[in-house]
């Protein structure tokens, strides 16, 4: 919290709502010690509906020292005006015609509300906004007793939004619903959800009605590594850490839309409790599907998993799935098609911790298998949303390593505290999952270097907190294939996998022009060519004389040029080989121009060794044959010299 202001200062005119945020916060501290809790200062967050920030500050109950102090007060205190100014002044307001009342803040524990006159007609041109907040901490369970709105195929007309926050960050969206099927129950991953009801200028119906109540939730902590932590512009400009834990418990089941999210057993990650039966659907938003990853698992175990157990199904329906149990995560899980079924089951005895699972779909999880392409966050180059975790995995053939460049990078900026991308940030694994070695992690605008992975899989991570979004990032890669490039003084040897290039016939593989193509010997491409043929020419760098050459690797398919450059240089004088990548085309955006960027020097070590016979790579005779002159002319001329002398 920031320190306690002047007296001055806490009631400076109000400009904006940024700096009455500053004010409320200095407010809190600055009563720290001598008010009690929340509900005794008879604040609620419904008086503070349709207020200005500096009636909000003016007002008398927030200066009434009631009770006594308490550690508490200020966490309560902080996070409920801190949701009334940031929550409630943005976001969209009710609107609606002249007489009709609706919308509104419920922050009661549980409660129920409706569409205007309902059970009668709701109203035309109506847009209503219901913001519920309860304790922070705990979660917001959502019920619908009634539903029935005009339908329409993409529920363009009317329709009913609920958001997991606040409505007025698309990203939070869970669902929009229209027609006379009532949605799903639905629980927030945090103590905040929003519901927007939208009619038109034609056709009404009865309505909704439908019923809240708080869940049971994890107490939120500060300063925790590896939360969700979101910013507010404190005191004299500051930026000071929130930290805010989704709550997992008490959700049992409902259905997800978002881009990605969590789901967990219930009371997670205590002890689940028996005789449970959850069922939660992901559906992915448009044709794609759906992945899922488990970060934690232990459920009471048993050969064929008939006591509790975790049933993940391929679509709507009572469809087989496979079912999971003990304490050995399950594989990352892919839909067949845009939706996921996972059923949670326990029995009347035994359990354990549960289980912990992130979903994905939409924009926010990809697979690349093309040995080049692209890829940004969601809505690039738009802001991206909050509050989701993205992966795009890039996984080659067997052989490949994967270089990756950054086009473009804008993120939330490091945190002011910690000078570490706490908040929104992008990292890449060198692996297939986030449990691989970390190659980086980035936010802010700084570009980062190309990075090249050690093995042919590879995993950018997206994570976003509930605040503060920008551009996002824009990224290239290339399958670089390993190759192990050796000279001599008069000729270049380039071996490589043909497992690397499979299915590529040898002839797509050639140095300097299509004469000299690569020979397929024992699994492995081998191209064996002398200084002077294969377009080979002699320069000097750097004040050395080298000879380059140009390996080229064609993947050209479907009437889709995509030709790989290598270029190939050895130093004849030290016998030192190396090869670099180069861009061939405008794909890579600013790198292109610049070769430098773009080189790709793999270490000896680190080349792909050589298959069956082939192992035995022929060894350099030249220096051999060169003593061997020299010997014998040393030789001939001790023989001319007695020759002479016997003469």
């Known amino acids: 919290m920031p ?34 809790t929340l509900d005794q200062w008879q604040v609620t967050l419904a008086s503070l509906e349709g207020r200005e920030p500096a009636s909000i500050l003016a007002s008398p109950e927030l200066h009434r020292p009631v009770g006594t102090p308490g550690e508490d007060m200020l966490a309560e205190l902080g996070s409920r005006l801190l949701l009334a100014v940031a929550l409630l002044g943005p976001g969209p307001r009710a609107q609606a015609m002249k007489g009709i009342k609706c919308g509104g803040v419920l922050s009661a524990p549980s409660g129920n509300f409706s569409s205007p006159n309902f059970p009668r007609l709701y109203p035309y041109n109506t847009e209503c906004s ?14 619908f007793h009634a539903f029935d709105l005009e339908y329409h195929d993409t529920c363009g007309f009317d329709f009913l939004e609920i958001y997991n926050g606040a409505s007025g960050d698309k990203g939070n969206l869970l669902g929009r619903f229209c027609g006379q099927v009532p949605p799903p129950p639905f629980s927030s991953s945090w103590h905040v959800m929003s519901v927007v009801f939208h009619s038109d200028k034609h056709v009404a119906s009865r309505g909704f009605s439908a019923g809240y109540q708080k869940g049971k939730g994890v107490l939120a902590v500060e300063g925790v590594a590896g939360l969700d932590v979101w910013e507010v512009l404190g005191n004299h400009g500051v930026r000071e850490r929130w930290v805010q834990v989704g709550s997992l418990a008490d959700v049992c089941g409902g259905m997800l839309t978002g881009l ?113 392409g692209n ?70 605008r700084h570009l980062p270097p190309p990075l090249t992975s050690s093995r042919n899989l590879l995993l950018l991570l997206l994570h976003t907190d509930r ?106 004088r030290r016998k030192a080989a190396s090869v670099h990548l180069l861009s061939g085309s405008r794909w890579l955006g600013p790198y292109d121009a610049t070769a430098e960027h773009l080189q790709e020097a793999p270490p000896r070590a680190e080349a792909e060794a050589p298959e069956g016979p082939v192992a035995m790579v022929a060894q350099d005779t030249s220096d051999i044959i060169f003593l061997g002159l020299c010997i014998l002319a040393g030789v001939l001329m001790v023989i001319a010299i007695v020759v002479l002398t016997l003469l």
């Open 467 to 572: 605040s503060a979004t920008r551009r996002g990032f824009s990224v290239a890669y290339i399958g670089v294939v390993p190759m192990n490039v050796s000279c001599s003084r008069t000729d270049f040897q380039i071996l490589i996998s043909a497992q690397a290039l499979a299915p590529l016939d040898r002839t797509k593989v050639y140095l300097g022009s299509r004469s000299c193509a690569a020979q397929e010997v024992g699994g492995t491409f081998r191209i064996q060519a002398r200084f002077d043929t294969c377009g080979t020419e002699s320069q000097r760098r750097n004040n050395t004389a080298v000879t380059v050459s140009m390996l080229y690797i064609d993947f050209s398919a479907g009437g889709q040029e995509d030709v790989h450059e290598y270029e190939v240089l050895c130093e004849p």
């Open 130 to 143: 219901w913001l519920i907040v309860v304790a922070e901490g705990s979660s917001v369970l959502l019920t």
């Open 375 to 444: 890829f940004s966050s969601p809505q690039y180059p738009s802001p991206y949303p909050n509050n989701i975790r993205c992966h795009w995995t890039i996984h080659l053939p067997p052989g490949y390593r994967i270089k990756v460049f950054f086009l473009d990078l804008d993120l939330e900026e490091p945190s002011s505290l910690t000078r570490t991308c706490d908040f929104d940030h992008l990292a890449a694994f060198d692996g297939a999952s986030e449990e691989a070695p970390l190659l980086g992690s980035w936010c802010g």
């Open 3 to 36: 320190v306690a202001p002047d007296a001055d200062q806490a009631h400076s005119p109000v400009v904006g709502w940024g700096n009455s945020l500053d004010q409320v916060l200095d407010l809190a501290a600055q009563h720290h010690g001598q008010v009690g």
């Open 260 to 372: 990605s999210g969590v789901l967990a057993s219930p009371e997670y990650p205590n002890n689940y409790p028996n005789n449970l039966e959850c069922h939660w659907v992901i559906r992915a938003a448009g044709p794609t599907t759906v992945k899922l990853v488990f970060a934690d698992f232990q459920v009471e175990g048993n050969e064929e998993c008939t006591y509790d157990y975790v049933a993940v199904l391929g679509g709507p329906g009572p469809a087989l799935g496979h079912h999971y149990c003990g304490s050995t995560k399950p594989p990352t899980l892919v839909s067949r098609g845009h939706e996921l079924q996972v059923v949670f089951k326990s029995d009347f005895n035994i359990g354990g911790r549960g289980f912990k699972a992130y979903y994905f779909s939409g924009e926010c999880q990809e697979v690349y298998t093309a040995t080049r």
